[in-house]
């Protein structure tokens, strides 16, 4: 087990300075809604640039569900992008494995980049549908497993419920 340590926020991931924000892409790169087109919007053309080039070089079907891979953080109080693609619920498949790794990859890439502070979203929770409570559970299980260096995984949630089915697993 890691000794991270876990702090909760209500509010705007793109605000958050950290020396990486974690974006829940989709696996194209290019941009979209939610976390991923507030991140693309707040951090300027430098991020879309790097995800068109990594799209070029070595994720041309774009990046696998559960992966993760890092960009500049342009504008954006960061330091560093690490963009990661989380599954879409399913009633009929558990895909509770590929959500933990999203978190699992994205601490691994924090790793490599050197990155102490991650701020992650919670990955899945938008238009992919994935229950906030099931999902706090997975995250927070996950994020307290990932054998890492980072010092201090931030949940930052954008409202109050969001907020409150993580802390309840944090606890």
């Known amino acids: 087990m890691s000794t991270i340590s876990l702090t909760l926020v209500q ?33 300027g053309p430098e991020i879309l640039g790097e995800c068109r080039a990594l799209r070029a070089a070595q ?25 990661t693609v989380g599954p879409v619920d399913s009633a009929a498949e558990d895909r509770s494995d590929l959500l933990a790794s999203c978190y699992r990859e994205s601490l691994r890439v924090a790793d490599d980049l050197g990155a102490r502070t991650v701020a992650f979203p919670a990955i899945s929770t938008g238009v992919y549908g994935w229950p ?9 299980a996950a994020v307290r497993a990932a054998e890492t260096a980072v010092e201090e995984a931030r949940f930052v949630l954008f409202d109050a419920p969001a907020y409150e089915a993580f802390a309840a697993q944090a606890r």
Request: hydrophobic fraction near 45%; charged fraction near 20%.
């Open 132 to 140: 906030m409570e099931d999902a706090a559970r997975i995250a927070v």
């Open 11 to 43: 509010g705007d991931i793109t605000e958050q300075a950290v020396d990486a924000v974690v974006n829940a892409a989709n696996s194209s790169l290019l941009g979209g809604g939610g976390v991923d087109g507030a991140i693309h919007r707040r951090g």
């Open 59 to 83: 994720y041309g079907r774009g990046l696998p569900t559960g992966q993760a891979v890092a960009t500049t953080a342009g504008r954006l109080p960061a330091r560093w992008v690490i963009h």
